[in-house]
């Protein structure tokens, strides 16, 4: 159990562009889901933590208006990386955790290259 | 707010040699702590994890934590590793009351026949 899926696994986009990616709890609801980005061969630093039904809380230094996230029910979180430039090109990591249990699933992960 | 080292970038072995990988963190309340491995272009799968109790933890793989508090450690061992533990490994720490993690700057872990 516990079976987070992330979608898509590699996207490829222009400049200018968005792009969503999407985070799903398979077999759990999720209470509260995360996300990351993990520059090569770093680790990962936290962008944002969501709840089902309310507004993200953003780390500091992580531009709201620039990773839109959403968590419209309690299996599915996504973010959307707006107007996405060659510097937001990173790989993006989701969890997601389960009522009562402090254990981040974490999903495959979405390497986004922006060209 | 809780900080996690990781103590050594970069650990090389041979394939059946022990392995362990060091970690220390500080915090000023009590904390969980994980560790989570990372193979290439994936995403991170729990190893183990401290949350109470027994201070030996064994997880997947053959692999096992001791908690330490009084050297606020957790270090990760292996008896005997193989080829196919050839990844990054992250240790990890939370607050007992918030769920969100403190990753170390991870430690790959390159295993040679």
């Given at each position: 159990?516990?079976?987070?899926?992330?979608?898509?696994?590699w996207v490829i986009c222009k400049s200018g562009t968005?792009?969503?990616?999407?985070c799903r709890s398979l077999d759990f609801q999720a209470t509260t889901m995360f996300w990351y980005r993990q520059f090569p061969k770093q680790s990962l630093m936290l962008m944002a933590t969501s709840n089902e039904g309310s507004k993200a809380t953003y780390e500091q230094g992580v531009e709201k208006?620039?990773?839109?996230?959403?968590?419209?029910?309690?299996?599915?979180?996504?973010?959307?990386?707006?107007?996405?430039?060659?510097?937001?090109?990173?790989?993006?990591?989701?969890?997601?955790t389960r009522d009562g249990e402090n254990i981040q699933y974490f999903g495959a992960g979405t390497r986004l290259s922006v060209l | 707010a809780q900080?996690?080292?990781?103590?050594?970038?970069?650990?090389?072995?041979?394939?059946e040699a022990p392995v362990e990988l060091r970690c220390n963190y500080s915090s000023s309340v009590s904390v969980y702590l994980f560790w989570y491995v990372q193979y290439p272009n994936q995403g991170l799968q729990l190893l183990l994890k401290y949350l109470s109790g027994s201070t030996l933890v064994k997880g997947i793989n053959g692999f096992e934590a001791e908690f330490n508090k009084s050297q606020t450690?957790?270090?990760?061992?292996k008896p005997s590793v193989h080829i196919s533990d050839t990844a990054e490994y992250f240790c990890a720490v939370s607050h007992r009351n918030d769920y969100k993690l403190?990753?170390?700057?991870?430690?790959?872990?390159?295993?040679?026949?």
């Open positions: 159990g516990a079976v987070v899926s992330q979608h898509p696994s968005s792009v969503k990616i999407e208006d620039k990773f839109l996230i959403n968590h419209a029910s309690l299996t599915l979180s996504t973010l959307t990386v707006t107007s996405a430039h060659p510097e937001d090109s990173s790989f993006y990591i989701c969890s997601a | 900080s996690v080292t990781q103590l050594d970038s970069q650990v090389p072995v041979f394939e450690s957790f270090h990760l061992r403190s990753f170390g700057a991870g430690t790959t872990v390159t295993v040679r026949a």
